[in-house]
């Protein structure tokens, strides 16, 4: 079964520092990983989607690694601001399955 | 365009009641999906539908909770003999499920389920 794990549970951060949030998977076999991001009381935003084959995407001031063989990526929110406090989740999708496999989330507070 | 919505928003219930959450998708999405996020975790895999069909049934922890989609569009998870343990935001999620690419999910709001 796959199991996904987010570090650290929650940040708080000073307005304008770069924001860097792991997410960590058993399992190398994926179709892709997605980036989600939960204010409270709402559902799920995507952000962003790296396909298996690729290492990287990029939206903005946000930017996201995939390295599969090691079973990690990384979301980087570059210059953060108070509107980016909010729970980001990592997801993976297995090939042939469509269910992700969600982790528990890095809440973020941005302090002005 | 309209958003994958999510009805009621909050539902409170007394254990043992029945209840049916409802989920109207995207348009033109075939795919829809059923999550379960308990306080503090990621959202848990309950249900897919491909059209009419539930493709994967996997997630339902057990046989009080059945969901359909009659028509292939709208969706009703339905939970009989509600227990404390079914307290839970209930996610939603449709997606257009084309062959060969990356399959976006687009999520509702989420129904808050209360058992007391």
């Known amino acids: 079964k796959q199991e996904v794990t987010q570090i650290p549970a929650a940040l708080s951060v000073p307005e304008g520092e770069n924001l860097v949030l792991n997410c960590s998977f058993t399992?190398?076999?994926?179709?892709?990983l997605q980036w989600f991001r939960q204010d409270p009381g709402k559902g799920l935003t995507s952000l962003l989607l790296?396909?298996?084959?690729?290492r990287e995407q990029t939206s903005g001031r946000l930017n996201a690694s995939l390295d599969k063989s090691s079973g990690r990526s990384t979301l980087y929110i570059a210059a953060s601001q108070p509107g980016d406090s909010a729970t980001y989740l990592c997801?993976?999708?297995?090939?042939?399955?469509?269910?992700?496999?969600f982790g528990a989330g890095t809440t973020v507070t941005v302090r002005a | 365009g309209a958003g994958v919505s999510q009805t009621p928003s909050n539902k409170v219930t007394e254990k043992g009641k029945y209840v049916e959450l409802r989920c109207d998708p995207i348009?033109?999405?075939?795919?829809l999906y059923w999550y379960r996020q308990s306080l503090g975790q990621g959202p848990e895999f309950l249900i897919y539908?491909?059209?009419?069909?539930?493709?994967?049934d996997s997630g339902l922890p057990n046989d009080r909770f059945f969901a359909v989609r009659p028509e292939g569009s709208v969706s009703t998870l339905k939970i009989q003999r509600t227990e404390r343990g079914d307290s839970a935001v209930y996610l939603c999620?449709?997606?257009?499920?084309?062959?060969?690419?990356?399959?976006?999910?687009?999520f509702g709001p989420g129904t808050r389920l209360t058992v007391l």
């Open positions: 790296i396909q298996s084959s690729q």
């Open positions: 399992d190398s076999a994926i179709y892709n």
């Open positions: 348009s033109g999405h075939t795919a």
């Open positions: 539908f491909q059209g009419t069909g539930a493709a994967d």
């Open positions: 997801a993976v999708e297995k090939p042939n399955d469509y269910k992700l496999s």
């Open positions: 999620a449709s997606s257009l499920s084309l062959a060969g690419g990356p399959d976006t999910q687009y």
